[in-house]
């Protein structure tokens, strides 16, 4: 038996990657895949829905303190300038923690922005520039509706039995949120600047 030398044309198109395919989901959002993690059905389906919802609004807060961080003006630029950006960082966190236990449940996380924008329960700021104190009250409304949502979910997983998901919210979620929101809050107390 002969083997034949591939031309280099056989060899070049193997070479080549193939980019430009299409092709259907592999599994629809909404859906729930069963996962072999001992939990039912319905915890799952429960956890999938409430981590998309507070997914959106986590990407959202941590969008919103990007744009706060590149937009905030006035005397007190330097220090709000970098906690804006340490508190976009630690929410990045919390977006990728987030997300990864929605796939890990079986379902599909939230991603894009537009989908995000659809989804979130946190007011759309205006396009252009705010001042440092109307930043500050809208980061702490936002930081507020994780919170209430984030204590409501927590609950309602632990009845499930969804142990995993409630310690990401309690532990990771909520005490990040509410350290956060003192950072920003005392930001906002009218204290003396100079002479007391
Ligand atoms: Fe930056």
Same mark, same amino acid.
């Given at each position: 038996?002969?083997?034949?030398?591939?031309?280099?044309?056989?060899?070049?198109?193997?070479?080549?990657?193939?980019?430009?395919?299409?092709?259907?989901?592999?599994?629809?959002?909404?859906?729930?895949?069963?996962?072999?993690?001992?939990?039912?059905?319905?915890? #799952?389906?429960?956890?999938?829905?409430?981590?998309?919802?507070?997914?959106?609004?986590?990407?959202?807060?941590?969008?919103?303190?990007?744009?706060?961080?590149?937009?905030?003006?006035?005397?007190?630029?330097?220090?709000?300038?970098?906690?804006?950006?340490?508190?976009?960082? +630690?929410?990045?966190?919390? /977006?990728?923690?987030?997300?990864?236990?929605?796939?890990?449940?079986?379902?599909?996380?939230?991603?894009?922005?537009?989908?995000?924008?659809?989804?979130?329960?946190?007011?759309?700021?205006?396009?252009?520039? +705010?001042?440092?104190?109307?930043?500050?009250?809208?980061?702490?409304?936002?930081?507020?509706?994780?919170?209430?949502?984030?204590?409501?979910?927590?609950?309602? #997983?632990?009845?499930?039995?969804?142990?995993?998901?409630?310690?990401?919210?309690?532990?990771?979620?909520?005490?990040?949120?509410?350290?956060?929101?003192?950072?920003?809050?005392?930001?906002? /107390?009218?204290?003396?600047?100079?002479?007391?």
């Amino acid at each position: 038996m002969t083997t034949q030398t591939p031309t280099a044309d056989a060899i070049m198109k193997r070479a080549t990657p193939l980019a430009h395919q299409h092709a259907h989901e592999i599994q629809p959002f909404g859906h729930v895949v069963r996962m072999p993690i001992a939990l039912s059905e319905v915890a #799952c389906r429960e956890s999938v829905d409430n981590l998309n919802q507070l997914l959106a609004d986590t990407i959202t807060l941590r969008d919103l303190y990007k744009k706060h961080h590149w937009q905030v003006a006035g005397p007190t630029f330097y220090a709000l300038h970098l906690l804006f950006d340490k508190h976009a960082g +630690e929410q990045s966190d919390l /977006v990728d923690a987030i997300a990864e236990r929605i796939q890990l449940l079986g379902g599909v996380s939230v991603a894009m922005a537009h989908d995000v924008a659809d989804m979130s329960s946190i007011p759309r700021p205006p396009k252009g520039r +705010e001042s440092a104190p109307a930043q500050l009250s809208r980061l702490l409304h936002a930081h507020e509706i994780v919170l209430e949502e984030t204590r409501a979910m927590a609950r309602l #997983c632990g009845e499930r039995g969804d142990d995993g998901t409630n310690d990401l919210l309690v532990s990771d979620v909520m005490r990040r949120n509410e350290l956060q929101v003192w950072f920003v809050a005392e930001h906002l /107390v009218d204290v003396p600047l100079v002479k007391a």
